[in-house]
């Protein structure tokens, strides 16, 4: 079974650049996760999707960051503009309904804001 | 307020040696509970997890936890660690949904 794919794995922008990261959950799994994880701290859920509809995005930084799952499979998130703050890995994962004992992360994405 | 804290953030124990990374938790609510594995430039993989039952758990790679509801712990352990288990280890807690709370990670460097 192919695991949680996320591209691309490293990205280097400038503050006030825009960026965009993708994620295809695992064949199957409704349920779809986007974590920041800054350096030095655990992941922190941004936005959880369950099938094409927003579940909580209480954590998401909405004046900049935005994200969708408009077919119910891939999910992008989009920064706009980046800040220094950004620099962090974005995780994705996803689960077959949203249960928490289930979740398969991908590898994540690297951001560097410079 | 509910949290999670991992009270070491570095471990280094030396190759063949037992290791205990440690987990507590705050909660008035039931909680699910979970430790993680991140090897570099890798994303998390579930080693164990505790939703109820016995309280000692056993999961991948040898490892085990147990939890403790009156001292609100979920402490993870190996009896002798490997080169292999260099990696950030992290424990997680549902506090009465089904969403993850991340403590801050312990960094367990095996030494030869």
């Known amino acids: 079974e192919a695991g949680v794919a996320q591209s691309p794995r490293y990205k280097i922008i400038e503050k006030r650049q825009s960026v965009a990261f993708w994620c295809n959950p695992i064949s199957g799994h409704a349920t779809l996760y986007w974590y920041q994880q800054i350096l030095g701290q655990g992941p922190k859920l941004l936005i959880q999707f369950q099938n094409n509809g927003v579940v909580d995005d209480s954590q998401l930084p909405k004046d900049r960051f935005s994200a969708e799952r408009l077919k119910g499979v891939d999910s992008t998130l989009k920064i706009q503009p980046a800040k220094l703050e950004d620099s962090a890995v974005y995780l994705c994962a996803s689960s077959f309904y949203k249960r928490a004992d289930e979740q398969f992360f991908g590898p994540g994405t690297r951001l560097t804001v410079l | 307020a509910q949290s999670v804290t991992q009270l070491d953030s570095q471990v280094p124990v030396f190759e063949e040696a037992p290791v205990e990374l440690r987990c507590n938790y705050s909660?008035?609510?039931?909680?699910?509970l979970f430790w993680y594995v991140q090897y570099p430039n890798q994303g998390l993989q579930l080693l164990l997890k505790y939703l109820s039952g016995s309280t000692l758990v056993k999961g991948i790679n040898g490892f085990e936890a147990e939890f403790n509801k009156s001292q609100t712990s979920f402490h993870l352990r190996k009896p002798s660690v490997h080169i292999s288990d260099t990696a950030e280890y992290f424990c997680a807690v549902t506090f009465g949904s089904y969403q993850l709370t991340f403590g801050k990670g312990t960094k367990l460097s095996v030494i030869p």
């Open positions: 909660s008035s609510v039931s909680v699910y």
